[in-house]
């Protein structure tokens, strides 16, 4: 009884080290690729001193939500200096910004061929489970296999981790783009790329931006978990005071990463309603210019006219 | 009726042997259909949405698919612009056939020959009025400044004007479809698909929309395929009316052939409850013409006529044939018997004569105004036939028309039979007549 097994570890063991063998000089392409990304990201957000990045960031809070925000962000960030992790959160926010935006790259055209084909649909389901529910320190093995120690696999398996919910919410929203309007794109004699440019994605991009914003939230929670391959970062605080039982610096490292994931979910969630101060700013300024134009024109054609 | 432009003997759109069938294996369902099963037999393969249905539609025609929900009207329609594909048979708009030709080609078609007006309008809520209404030119490649002059123009006609700019959502339903309504017709197609267009919009502005619908018709001579479930609205629009259930197409006819003759108990049950007063015209109802006499006849033909038929009232023609008024037996009787011999100087003008084409419902009123029967005559004024009372009102109520003799129809004699006879009688040597 004790006898029987059926050896699927080792097989994953043989074909790693098939892929490994054959495809090194691809692995090394992706290796190179994204250490560059990180790096000049890094550099970018490094270098410069701290409260030049912290003035970007408020801009970048008072155009998404207001002056609120913008105080919050302030200080919190300021708290993160003051706790010393300032140069940890900027290599963390590197790695997030890399991982996040190649994440997005691939999954919304995933998503949108799911949504397309049905067939494409029922393959990438099972694959999107697959990685969703797959512990997440278990992708740190294969990623360090073929990527060595450092940034990029805490970047590959922070990439595979939180592709998922942008896969499924883009299929999601352009699925749920009323068919009568996707209808009324091909009875006009419209291309499905047409369609998909400018009916589908439009319409669907509330949906998109809420997995977009799932993907950074993905990414940040697997970036710390990244400091276990040598991610570095705030990540490898957390690692350091895991190991040490040092609960001033876990505290610390960990509050400085709660800092962030705020300041991005609250930033992106913005974008993704599409009612930002910054975009009302310019609608106001769009719709006077016409509107003032046309006041001599307009006249009530039906009184019973409502507004939403 | 509407104001029906004279037809164009070209077909816009025909529609052959359609058949569409959901479910499995469609083409083994539609084999069973036409080997003559039953729709309910197949059910266990799949739905049969629509069953061999075949039409022409001329040019400038408003053709009305009309059904209740799941007879199979919207899928008819969507095969009309290749949205769905055919089954079985083929479609072809404006002599191109549309169910072989590759996805280019068919969007061509669409862009350049058909274009649709939906229920619930699909506008791009994301664009303002002037980018939807424009939205068939831009897809037909046509630049933005000379798209945007064009779709302003259409803006006006559909009775938009000041709202170019604003969102989809800033506009009322009835405003929306107008938008829907000013797209398709931008697209400046010969035919016009509109699925249950006006179903969505308040009972008011639905009777605007329809009547704007035709008044847009007459000036740019659209042919347009309107989808219905509303039997008074497909009685409205129509110039002929295509009566779907579990779809197949029961019964086409003018909507007046539709009420008057229907094809079968579902037709029947199903018109029953129409305005017939807004749909019936006098030509279908009037009756015949007997109490009739030439002007030249004299009043003694004239009073010999009225004895006969027991009335008080006779119509007086001129020599062409053209209707020239009434007289009465009083005044017939008094010019008998002051000897005269010419009816110019009686003849009254108090009947009501309107033309064939005229609905029942504008006949009530002078119906009303005058116990004298309305007379029917046609634009060179020659009298057709004419409307008692009594069957006006048993054409509205659908009773059917077994009124018998004329005295029940023209208004009764007033004057006695034996009188007339003594008058008649005593002046007899000097009447010559006709």
């Known amino acids: 009884m ?62 998404a939500r207001g002056w609120k925000f913008l105080a919050g962000t302030v200080v919190g960030l300021l708290l993160i200096v003051g706790m010393n992790q300032w140069e940890n959160a900027m290599d963390t926010l590197a790695l997030v910004l890399v991982a996040s935006v190649i994440a997005i790259a691939m999954s919304i055209p995933l998503g949108i061929l799911a949504a397309k084909s049905k067939a494409a649909s029922s393959v990438i389901r099972p694959v999107l489970d697959f990685l969703q529910t797959m512990p997440a320190f278990v992708f740190l093995i294969p990623a360090l296999l073929f990527f060595r120690v450092g940034e990029v696999p805490g970047i590959v398996a922070t990439i595979i981790f939180a592709m998922a919910p942008g896969v499924r919410l883009t299929e999601l929203g352009i699925r749920g783009v009323d068919p009568e309007i996707v209808e009324a794109g091909s009875a006009f004699g419209a291309s499905p790329g047409r369609i998909l440019r400018q009916i589908q994605l439009p319409l669907a991009l509330p949906t998109i931006m809420a997995g977009i914003n799932q993907v950074i939230m993905l990414s940040l929670s697997m970036v710390v978990i990244a400091g276990m391959v040598g991610a570095g970062a705030l990540g490898a605080e957390i690692m350091t005071s895991l190991s040490r039982i040092d609960i001033v610096l876990g505290s610390e490292a960990g509050l400085a990463v709660v800092i962030l994931a705020i300041f991005l979910d609250r930033v992106t969630a913005a974008l993704g309603t599409g009612k930002t101060p910054i975009s009302r700013f310019i609608a106001l300024r769009k719709s006077r210019a016409p509107a003032s134009a046309s006041v001599e024109t307009a006249a009530p054609v039906e009184p019973e006219l409502v507004r939403l | 009726m509407t104001e029906s432009i004279p037809l164009q003997e070209t077909i816009a759109v025909k529609a052959d042997h359609l058949y569409k069938a959901f479910g499995r294996r469609p083409h083994e369902i539609v084999k069973k259909l036409k080997a003559g099963k039953s729709r309910a037999e197949i059910s266990s393969h799949g739905v049969a949405a629509v069953i061999d249905a075949s039409f022409e ?167 347009i395929i309107f989808i219905t479930h509303d039997l008074n ?64 006849a004299g009043p003694r033909a004239a009073l010999r006529t009225m004895r006969d038929l027991q009335t008080s009232v006779t119509f007086v023609l001129n020599r062409d044939r053209s209707f020239a008024g009434i007289v009465r037996d009083r005044d017939v009787l008094k010019l008998v018997k002051r000897g005269e011999t010419d009816l110019r ?90």
């Open chain 1, 2 to 63: 004790n006898e029987f097994r059926i050896p699927v570890g080792s097989w994953v063991e043989v074909l790693f080290d098939f892929v490994t063998e054959h495809f090194s000089f691809f692995f090394d392409f992706v290796r190179l690729a994204f250490a560059g990304a990180f790096e000049t990201v890094d550099y970018l957000l490094v270098s410069p001193p701290f409260y030049v990045i912290i003035g970007l960031a408020g801009l970048l809070a008072v155009a």
């Open chain 2, 57 to 223: 539609v001329k040019k400038g025609e408003i053709f009305v698919v009309m059904g209740l929900s799941g007879s199979g009207k919207s899928t008819l329609i969507r095969m009309l612009n290749g949205l769905w594909d055919t089954t079985s048979g083929t479609v072809s708009v404006g002599g191109t056939d549309i169910t072989d030709v590759s996805a280019k080609e068919l969007r061509d078609v669409r862009r350049k020959s058909i274009s649709m007006v939906f229920q619930h309008f699909a506008l791009l809520p994301h664009r303002t009025v002037i980018d939807n209404v424009a939205y068939g030119l831009e897809i037909q490649g046509m630049g933005r400044t000379e798209r945007l002059a064009k779709a302003r123009t259409i803006i006006d006609l559909v009775g938009l004007a000041g709202w170019a700019d604003n969102l989809p959502s800033e506009l009322s339903g009835g405003m929306q479809q107008r938008v829907g309504l000013g797209r398709a017709l931008a697209a400046d197609t010969d035919v016009l698909l509109m699925d249950e267009a006006f179903s969505a919009l308040d009972p008011l502005i639905r009777r605007e929309m329809q009547e704007q619908l035709i008044e847009l018709q007459a000036a740019l001579g659209k042919t």
């Open chain 2, 233 to 296: 609205e497909a009685m409205f629009l129509g110039d002929r009316i295509a009566v779907m259930r579990d779809g197949r197409i029961v019964q086409i006819g003018t909507p007046e052939e539709i009420l008057t003759d229907p094809a079968n108990d579902y037709v029947a049950q199903f018109v029953q409850d129409v305005d017939r007063a807004r749909v019936l015209t006098a030509a279908s109802v009037m009756e015949p013409v007997r109490a009739v006499i030439t002007k030249t």
């Open chain 2, 345 to 434: 100087a009686i003849i009254r003008d108090d009947a009501t004569a309107v033309l064939p084409e005229t609905v029942l419902v504008d006949l009530v009123e002078p119906s009303v105004e005058s116990e004298l029967p309305i007379a029917v005559v046609d634009e060179k004024n020659r009298l057709l036939g004419v409307i008692p009372r009594v069957t006006l009102l048993a054409a509205i109520g659908n009773v059917t028309t077994n009124t018998g003799p004329l005295p029940v129809v023209m208004p009764p004699a007033t004057i006695s039979v034996s009188q007339i006879a003594e008058i008649l009688g005593d002046t007899a040597l000097e009447g010559v007549e006709a």
